[in-house]
């Protein structure tokens, strides 16, 4: 039962199939490389996109119950560590695009959350999201999935409890410190229907923006999955290469991709025979930091807590990289 | 009628500015449109997501890209 919810639910071997005898009826040889990069191509869109639009929906549904009004709330009563747990779970629910990073990092700090906290919720708000949860799960199984998201939740703990020790309240731009708005404006209420019809634009604008990153990854994977040779993928990503998880985080820093986009990349190499953890680090890197939200950050941030910031998160990541490297034969 | 739209000047603070505008027309409505991208000045509305939409200094939506037809309803 297990085994099924696994391959044909969530990673829909069915679709793979189907798509398979369709081409093969039309005359295309799938067990070629461009036929085989015709079907990987055709069923990782096909299979993103049925994920991507579902997920979106219930995420955003699920969101709606948490705007960053209620989420500034709830961490308020919380304190110690326990803030900083309760900061980056929420950071994980709570609805955000890179362009609110401001408004958020003011709001949370003029509320006088400490600055740990916010920092909690910065970094695990866009590296673990429910829909990478879901998409991890149907791409690298169960146990992957949650191993990364736990990873992701350490880090965003760890690194906002590290900021909060190294007392860097004067990094924040003067602007947000100067500033005694006390405003406390309440969330609207909403009706289901409401709820809903968000729920439903979501997916709407999700899928508009996201959907040339899923055809570039997709495109991408499928050059890696049926042209590079699996001796380069191996020494470069593989165990051969000991700095591989490193290589993979820098390269990955500087990338803007959605997790939708970086997913097929991912998938791709793993079967090329890259490390996990390594793709892993890929992954994060390219999903928590990136050039845009960065630049968005530094109008609020002085440098000094930016690079503070950047520097967390990379060696965050690659932590996470090794360590998924050590204990991979537990997950594969 | 004095509205602001509020946002930092991305895709979807744009968007909602362009469905305001739109919405007023139609409608036939005098008003004057604002679009505020200084930081400062949208905190001093509490808003913590944009876009956000303020009708005679009252917060009526945020976080949220509102159609024309939305707008319209509200206006």
Redo the contacts between chains.
């Keep these: 039962m297990g085994a099924f919810f696994q391959n044909q639910i969530l990673s829909m071997k069915w679709l793979n199939e189907l798509i398979g005898n369709l081409l093969s009826a039309m005359g295309l040889d799938t067990t070629s490389r461009i036929g085989g990069s015709v079907q990987f191509f055709i069923y990782d869109v096909i299979k993103i996109t049925i994920l991507l639009c579902l997920l979106i929906f219930i995420i955003s549904y699920i969101q709606s119950f948490f705007?960053?009004?209620r989420s500034?709330k709830i961490m308020g009563r919380f304190h110690g560590i326990g803030a900083n747990i309760v900061g980056a779970l929420l950071g994980t629910v709570t609805?955000f695009?890179?362009?609110?990073s401001?408004?958020?990092f003011?709001?949370f700090t003029?509320a006088g959350l400490p600055l740990g906290v916010t920092f909690s919720f910065l970094i695990s708000s866009p590296m673990v999201d429910l829909g990478s949860l879901v998409l991890l799960m149907s791409i690298f199984g169960v146990k992957i999935a949650i191993a990364y998201v736990i990873l992701g939740l350490v880090i965003a703990v760890i690194g906002g409890t590290l900021i909060e020790k190294l007392h860097m309240e004067d990094q924040i731009a003067d602007?947000?410190r100067n500033?005694n708005?006390s405003?406390?404006?309440e969330s609207p209420d909403l009706t289901v229907r409401d709820r809903l019809v968000?729920a439903r634009?979501q997916v709407e604008?999700t899928f508009k923006k996201v959907f040339p990153y899923i055809l570039v990854g997709v495109g991408i994977g499928a050059i890696i999955h049926n042209w590079i040779p699996e001796n380069w993928v191996q020494t470069v990503l593989g165990s051969r290469n000991p700095f591989g998880v490193v290589l993979a985080t820098i390269v990955g820093v500087p990338m803007y991709a959605d997790i939708f986009g970086t997913i097929p990349v991912a998938e791709a190499l793993l079967a090329k025979g890259a490390l996990l953890g390594t793709i892993l680090s890929f992954m994060m890197a390219v999903t928590t930091l990136s050039l845009p939200s960065l630049i968005?950050l530094k109008?609020?941030i002085k440098p000094k807590l930016m690079g503070t910031f950047i520097a967390i998160c990379v060696i965050g990541i690659i932590i996470v990289g090794y360590g998924f490297n050590a204990f991979q034969y537990i997950f594969i | 009628m004095n509205i602001k739209v509020l946002?930092?000047?991305?895709?979807?603070?744009e968007a909602l500015l362009a469905a305001t505008k739109e919405a007023v027309a139609e409608k036939g409505i005098e008003a004057e449109i604002e679009y505020i991208t200084d930081?400062?000045k949208?905190?001093?509305?509490?808003?913590?997501?944009?876009p956000a939409l303020i009708i005679d200094n009252k917060?009526v939506s945020?976080?949220?890209?509102l159609k024309a037809k939305d707008v319209a309803k509200i206006l």
């Design positions: 705007p960053p009004e500034r609805p695009c890179s362009c609110s401001i408004p958020i003011m709001g003029s602007f947000i500033s708005s405003v406390n404006i968000y634009d604008s968005m109008k609020a | 946002g930092g000047g991305c895709a979807k603070c930081m400062a949208i905190m001093e509305y509490g808003i913590m997501s944009t917060v945020m976080g949220r890209v």
